[in-house]
């Protein structure tokens, strides 16, 4: 009798085999890609999206997670960030990069993209050390001067070592892993850094990064977006204190919107020094808000103002922007820009980079670049990071079992 039960439940088993590993049930799926706004069910198979439909069975799914009351969304996409770390390299190729996965994931970053740090002439050590060891998907902008941001003062005004057919052909080197090209911290009066970059992104059909702290008269910041990039092309640090931003009576000043409507778009990039209240709550009110929201994490922004991902949505969600749309500026926007447009959404086949957030309300201050405070009165917090189908953070334990459930003598292989 025994032994015809067991029998049975082996043939039930092996014929019920749930199709799916993971399924998130009764979460408020955010997908702008896909214009889903709403409570839906999402399933895993593998590294891919299975299916995202209403009221899916749960045993259907190996494992069921409760999202009930938490917004499910694409694996949020950091456009700028640097994490070129592992290296006793200078600058942001070494101390002041992060190493990705200790930083990313419990933010709910499943792609960073690296903004420059490395440069054609250290990126293969960059790809070996932190790009193929790393969990989280680093993809990277190649700086146009050969040795990336290893100097602000002395590396990176090189001009003899900004090479555009050189980055050109590193970039072809690796398609769909180097997505851009990137210029940054030029202090210079001449605009042959940003044409040199410009010049590399139209050999290897890849978008520009310009990330400049200094303007002057000689390369006023109107004639960088409006004549030197090029539509697709990408400027960080868009609440830059220096970006002319306001007229006298503290309108925005029209030529951003004619930027923006030839192509060029504006990311957020807030780092440690690049985001002010004093230019985003203005602009933010006038409808010149991001097309991506990034962090420019590294060691220094991390500790003040920006912290992460979610912190710096939160405070677009402070500015009144919909949560939607918050969210489509951290998911969907950044790998369109990027043009890795397998990213950033929760198509069925598309990779399983999945994260669940909790908008938590509250007293909360968020500090700019200033060290000035907003008031607001919700935020955002990673419950759990799906990346390529597995868990790789998880707040509360969402997807665990109870701990009755552990053997107490675990099971050794
Ligand atoms: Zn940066």
Known sequence: MI??????????????????????????????????NGVMDVAVTG????????????DRAKR???????YVTPGLVDMHAHVFAGTMGPE?????????????????????????SAGWRNFAEFKKQIIDTAETRVLAFLN????????????????????SARTAEEAARYPGLIVGIKIAHYMGPDWMPVDRAVDAG??????????????????????????????????????????PMLDADGKVLPYLFEARKRGVIFDVGHGAGSFLWRQAVPAVRQGFVPDSISTDLHVHSMNAGMKDLLNVMSKFLALGM???????????????????????????GAPADITVLRLVKGDFGFLDARGTRLNGSQKLVAELTIRAGRVVWDLNGLAADDWPSAPVHPKKN
Not at 64 to 70: Q, T, Y
């Open 322 to 348: 919909p949560i939607e749309d918050v969210v489509a500026r951290a998911t969907w926007h950044p790998a369109r820009e990027i043009h890795r447009e397998e990213l950033g959404h929760l198509s069925t």
């Open 144 to 163: 146009i001067v050969g040795n990336g941001m290893a100097g602000r003062e002395t590396v990176e005004q090189d001009l003899g070592d900004m090479d």
């Open 202 to 243: 139209r050999r290897a059909n890849l978008p520009v990064m310009v990330d400049f702290a200094d303007f002057r008269k000689e390369r006023p910041f109107q004639q960088l977006v409006l004549e030197h990039l090029r539509p697709g092309d990408i400027y960080t640090h868009l609440y830059l204190g220096a970006v």
């Open 92 to 116: 942001y190729t070494g101390a002041l990069s992060v190493r990705p996965d200790g930083f990313t994931f419990r933010s709910g970053v499943t792609t960073a993209v690296d903004a420059g």
């Open 3 to 36: 032994r015809i039960a067991v029998l049975a439940f082996v043939a039930v088993s092996a014929f019920a085999q749930p199709p799916y590993d993971l399924l998130l049930k009764g979460g408020h799926v955010l997908d702008s890609r896909n214009r889903v």
């Open 64 to 70: 069921v997670i409760n999202a009930a009351g938490l």
């Open 47 to 58: 590294d891919k999206i299975a299916a995202v439909a209403p009221n899916i069975p749960a």
